[in-house]
Structures are given as C-alpha cells and as structure tokens.
C-alpha cells in the first residue's frame, strides 16, 4: 500500500513563504498522479494544484496561479507544494493524495491520502 504523510505547515505571515512536503513510502510515487487539496474552516476541500506521473503536466486552481508550484523529486519519492505570496485565504488543512489508475493530472478518484498539515496565514 502506498502511504503519504504530508508536513511542512505552520504559521506564516501574508506575503511569506512555506514548503509543503508530500513523502510517499511502501510503493514508488512515480508512477502515481498526485493532487494537493485544501479545506478551510466551515468550508468543502477543494483541489489545488496536480501533477502527472511524469511531471509534464501541472495544473493550479485560478486562486493560487503565479503563488503556488508544485513538483516531484524522485530520488526522495516526494511531491513538494511550493506556497509564495501566501494570503489569510490560503489558511486550511493541506493533503496530498495519489492516483494511479491513468497518471493524469486531475482531483478525482484518488485512490491514496495523507493526514493533512494546517497551514495558517496571519499577521
């Protein structure tokens, strides 16, 4: 079985910066798609950002385009969510979650989920 745990949240103020990590161990995140999602308090979870198997294909929900990045390091089978600029808006529970069935970048039918990681953005 594949198992994510995420990290990397805390405090940060508006306009900081944070990293958050995705680690993967008991399969090789390779060949999984992976989605960054987000639930803020009182609120539904909501994608955020995706990548392909591969790499070749991200994709970013509009609130966080030109702020957030996300990419993979195979050598740490890890999927990391890059954060600049961050606003309150982005305060939430963070998890990543995997997909292997098609390896396409999307938020659906994930197959493998973390814990979450609180994010909080104020001053």
């Known amino acids: 079985q594949l198992q994510l745990v995420e990290s990397g949240g805390g405090l940060v103020q508006p306009g900081g910066s944070l990293r958050l990590s995705c680690a993967a161990s008991?399969?090789?995140?390779?060949?999984?798609?992976v989605g960054w999602f987000r639930q803020a308090p009182g609120k539904e979870r909501k994608g955020v950002s995706c990548i392909s198997s591969s790499g070749g294909t991200t994709n970013y929900v509009d609130s966080v385009k030109g702020r957030f990045t996300i990419f993979r390091d195979n050598a740490k089978n890890t999927v990391y969510l890059q954060m600049n600029n961050v606003k309150p808006e982005d305060t939430a529970v963070y998890y990543c979650?995997?997909?292997?069935?098609?390896?396409?970048?999307?938020?659906?039918?994930?197959?493998?989920w973390g814990k979450g990681t609180l994010v909080t953005v104020s001053s």
């Open positions: 008991g399969l090789t995140l390779d060949y999984y798609a």
């Open positions: 979650a995997a997909r292997r069935r098609d390896s396409l970048c999307g938020y659906y039918d994930m197959d493998f």
